[in-house]
């Protein structure tokens, strides 16, 4: 399924290639950082990194499209309300193949608690619990 139809976000702030599950329970998804991503250029020329905002945001975007794919955040928008146990492993780098598991703590109408890791092979690169608010989206 085209992630446009499951998100309101568009280049150049749309970090998900594919989610690859999604249940009630867990969603994986999958993001190959390119070299000409927008932040590169100035997060730490000559060192480039994937911020690790951008990492918490990409395992946030894993869990809505995941939910929007179940049909849960159907003609729902959904906004960062908090980020808790932020944890940062491993650098994420230009060319770099992330996997993110998102793990569904609670859903209601209103709010979505979830939490999350960003993969990189089998090491942990981020980890992250999040609540996002959920309004109607016209």
């Known amino acids: 399924m085209d992630i446009e139809k499951l998100l309101p976000h568009r280049?150049?702030?749309?970090?998900?290639?594919?989610?690859?599950?999604?249940?009630?329970?867990?969603i994986v998804g999958t993001k190959?950082?390119?070299p000409d991503e927008f932040f590169f250029p100035g997060?730490?020329?000559?060192?480039?990194v994937v911020p690790g905002v951008i990492l918490v945001e990409?395992?946030?975007?894993?869990g809505g499209a995941g939910m929007a794919k179940l049909g849960v955040l159907e003609n729902k928008i959904f906004f960062f309300a908090t980020?808790?146990?932020?944890?940062?492993?491993?650098?994420?780098?230009?060319?770099?193949?992330?996997?993110?598991?998102?793990?569904n703590i609670r859903v209601s109408s209103r709010m979505l608690r979830q939490s999350g890791r960003v993969l990189l092979g089998d090491e942990v690169a981020a980890e992250a619990e999040w609540m996002c608010l959920v309004g109607?989206?016209?």
């Open 32 to 34: 190959t950082f390119t």
């Open 43 to 48: 997060h730490f020329p000559g060192y480039p």
């Open 83 to 103: 980020a808790d146990k932020v944890k940062f492993r491993k650098q994420v780098k230009p060319n770099d193949t992330v996997r993110i598991e998102v793990t």
């Open 58 to 62: 990409t395992m946030a975007q894993v």
């Open 136 to 138: 109607d989206a016209t």
């Open 11 to 26: 280049k150049p702030f749309l970090f998900v290639d594919e989610i690859v599950e999604a249940t009630q329970e867990r």
